[in-house]
T-cell receptor, first 115, second 113 residues
């Protein structure tokens, strides 16, 4: 059974700091991995999607890496800003034996960036 | 910007009542997902449709939950009868295919008393 773990559960940093969020998964047979952001009372917003054949994706100040063999991904946020404060969720996608797609989420890392 | 729309945003009702949650996926998206989010369990997949056909509803309690797509612009999730343990935020998401990110609605916050 695929399980996704995110560490730490919460992180508080001063503005301007570079930071890394971690995600690990138990089964390396994934289709892709996504990082999402969730603001309070809102749905999830996709930040980056890494295909299983890729090693990393970048968008602005965000960089996500994927090491399938070790079952790990990191989300790097450069020069953090108070507006980055949110919960960040990692999710892995895999194809079931029945041919349907399943997305399994970690429980998230709650990030607070202090001005 | 195209958005996934969910109604109602909030629902409070007594146990035993029927609850219907609605979702309007983004026009042109052919996959629709229903998720449930709680503090204890996090985000869990309940059901998944492609081209309006249910592909996987293994995450859904079959005795009280049902999910349908009467047409391409509407997905529904029903709970009958509702129980206090069903209290959660229910999200709908839509997408184009497995290689594209899913777009989430803002959720329905459900409280069963």
């Amino acid at each position: 059974k695929q399980e996704v773990t995110q560490i730490p559960a919460a992180l508080s940093v001063p503005e301007g700091e570079n930071l890394v969020l971690n995600c690990s998964f138990t089964d390396s047979a994934i289709y892709n991995l996504q990082w999402f952001r969730q603001d309070p009372g809102k749905g999830l917003t996709s930040l980056l999607l890494i295909q299983s054949s890729q090693r990393e994706q970048t968008s602005g100040r965000l960089n996500a890496s994927l090491d399938k063999s070790s079952g790990r991904s990191t989300l790097y946020i450069a020069a953090s800003q108070p507006g980055d404060s949110a919960t960040y969720l990692c999710a892995v996608s895999f194809i079931t034996q029945g041919g349907s797609e399943k997305l399994v989420f970690g429980k998230g890392t709650k990030l607070t960036v202090n001005p | 910007d195209a958005r996934v729309t969910q109604t109602p945003r909030h629902k409070v009702t007594e146990m035993g009542q029927e609850v219907t949650m609605r979702c309007q996926p983004i026009l042109g998206h052919n996959t629709v997902f229903w998720y449930r989010q709680t503090m204890m369990q996090g985000l869990e997949l309940l059901a998944y449709f492609r081209n309006r056909a249910p592909l996987d509803d293994s995450g859904m309690p079959k005795d009280r939950f049902s999910a349908e797509m009467p047409d391409a612009t509407l997905a529904t999730l029903k709970i009958q009868p509702s129980e206090p343990r069903d209290s959660a935020v229910y999200f709908c998401a839509s997408g184009l295919n497995s290689n594209q990110p899913q777009h989430f609605g803002d959720g329905t916050r459900l409280s069963i008393l």
